[in-house]
């Protein structure tokens, strides 16, 4: 038996460091609680593997495992040059046009037609991750001109980024549908859509989904912050990629919008991942830095739902170690009075909902009467997300027959999912409950419960019962 005293939970992306059995055990064991899919790298073949290994992990420890299969969206890439790179001297002047021929020190091929139409004299471009910048100064029918404003080489095939603009691009690519339905078939609990820029492009990918999994859209465009409302309330959950969204936007903007984002999906019932570079030099050193400590924790206060490792986990040299210490940093902070004191200062405000009364009174209950946990009776997972907006300081234990529905809310703060059958009194509800909590560690003998259940059984929408039952 395996049991988290932390609420936060770990993502982890897995990859050539850690795709294989023994090793995704071990980083299970360590504290990854949700295993991210790559699709911009690998092959679907490698994809189910690990698939394969997740679900063989959930049979030993006896605990529903999410997966999320994240896909690589629009790439926007310049071409390629003669030499393969070229140096840059600020105020030299370059011409990015849609010739195919290889570049060289006066231009280079940018084969995005839709992005020149939509780019403007005075505008910026960001390449290579914001190593080079570039304004526009002249356009045509057939390219743009520029002016180097910093920056001092220039390779083959690196991204850019345009800055303010909303692109004229689908958020997904063909790649991107053959990736979605094979992850899919694979049976992942998620779907993380990149390059979301607004709403309309959720509804597509949930049009293509239809039900069968979980969507996330990826914020990492300036203009999904401006539509962040639209896109939380056609989304299933969020995830905060600061890495792409920290080159288009300045820095010193990025962790108020983590704030912002992170308080608004959690106030939404939703669940949101704060992600990108959290310990990025453990890739290749065993420590990490106390700027990227403190990066965690200042996730965690901010009430996120997930903490996300990527490169750390996925190629780096101590992926283990990795987990294990934003582990160790998730529960420190989660420890500290000014967490909690932070928690209960920011609960969201009760729906206009019976349901939503009863899940808020039973955090009020549960802290009143010092409970070892919550637990839900839920099918659909919406009296569980219920409880989780709230933040409670105790574990939150879902009860449900739905198998999917315990994997999904895997992702979720705090929640422990278990797939039971069988239950359809109350009654025996609450004798189900009770074992449950004991076998699993969450409370002993003499401890108090607090339990929400819906009456018909099965019905998703009704939770109307609270009940305090005493552990003997």
């Not at 046009?97 to 471009?125: F, K, N, Y």
């Not at 290579?128 to 083959?156: C, H, P, W, Y």
């Not at 490792?309 to 582990?327: D, F, H, K, R």
């Not at 899940?359 to 802290?367: D, L, R």
Request: proline letters at 4%.
């Amino acid at each position: 038996m395996i049991r988290r005293y932390r609420q936060t939970k770990i993502v982890a992306t897995l990859g050539p460091a850690s795709g294989d059995p023994e090793m995704m055990r071990e980083l299970f064991k360590a504290g990854v609680d949700v295993f991210r899919l790559n699709f911009s790298h690998g092959s679907h073949e490698a994809h189910q593997k690990n698939v394969d290994t997740a679900r063989r992990l959930e049979k030993e420890f006896g605990r529903p495992i999410c997966l999320v299969g994240d896909l690589q969206g629009p790439k926007l890439r310049i071409g390629k040059f003669k030499d393969d790179s070229i140096d840059l001297t600020e105020g030299m002047t370059f011409r990015f046009d849609r010739d195919e021929a290889l570049g060289d020190e006066t231009r280079v091929q940018l084969p995005h037609p839709e992005v020149l139409e939509a780019m403007e004299i005075g505008s910026e471009i960001l390449l290579d991750d914001g190593k080079v910048r570039v304004e526009i100064t002249g356009k045509d029918d057939k390219g743009l001109d520029t002016k180097i404003i910093s920056g001092s080489k220039l390779s083959n095939n690196k991204g850019f980024n345009i800055p303010g603009v909303v692109l004229p691009i689908e958020a997904l690519t063909e790649k991107d549908k053959i990736d979605l339905e094979a992850a899919i078939h694979m049976g992942v609990d998620w779907i993380a859509q990149s390059f979301v820029q607004r709403a309309e492009d959720v509804i597509q990918a949930q049009n293509l989904i239809k039900g069968r999994a979980a969507l996330m859209a990826k914020i990492e465009k300036p203009s999904a912050v401006e539509f962040i409302d639209e896109i939380i309330e056609v989304v299933d959950g969020i995830m905060l990629a600061r890495g792409d969204l920290g080159v288009e936007i300045p820095p010193e903007q990025v962790p108020s919008v983590q704030k912002k984002v992170v308080r608004r999906v959690r106030h939404a019932g939703k669940p949101v991942i704060v992600a990108t570079q959290m310990l990025e030099s453990m890739v290749d050193n065993a420590r990490p830095t106390r700027a990227e400590a403190s990066d965690v924790a200042t996730a965690v206060y901010d009430g996120a739902d997930a903490v996300m490792l990527s490169a750390e986990t996925a190629v780096g040299q101590y992926p283990i170690e990795t987990v294990s210490i934003m582990n160790r940093i998730c529960e420190a902070t989660e420890s500290d009075k000014n967490y909690r004191r932070i928690m209960d200062s920011d609960r969201p405000k009760t729906e206009n909902d019976a349901s939503d009364a009863i899940t808020v009174a039973a955090t009020y209950t549960a802290k009143d009467i010092s409970a070892a946990a919550i637990v839900n009776y839920t099918t659909s997972g919406s009296t569980t997300r219920r409880t989780v907006r709230q933040r409670p300081d105790v574990p939150i234990l879902c009860l449900t027959p739905n198998l999917q529905t315990a994997r999904r809310l895997a992702l979720s703060f705090g929640v422990r999912t278990f797939k039971i059958e069988g239950v359809d009194r109350f009654k025996n509800a609450v004798h189900v409950a009770v074992e449950v909590v004991k076998e699993n560690g969450y409370a002993q003998v003499g401890d108090k419960i607090v339990l929400t259940a819906g009456v018909p059984f099965g019905v998703s929408g009704t939770t109307n019962i609270l009940r305090i039952a005493d552990i003997e």
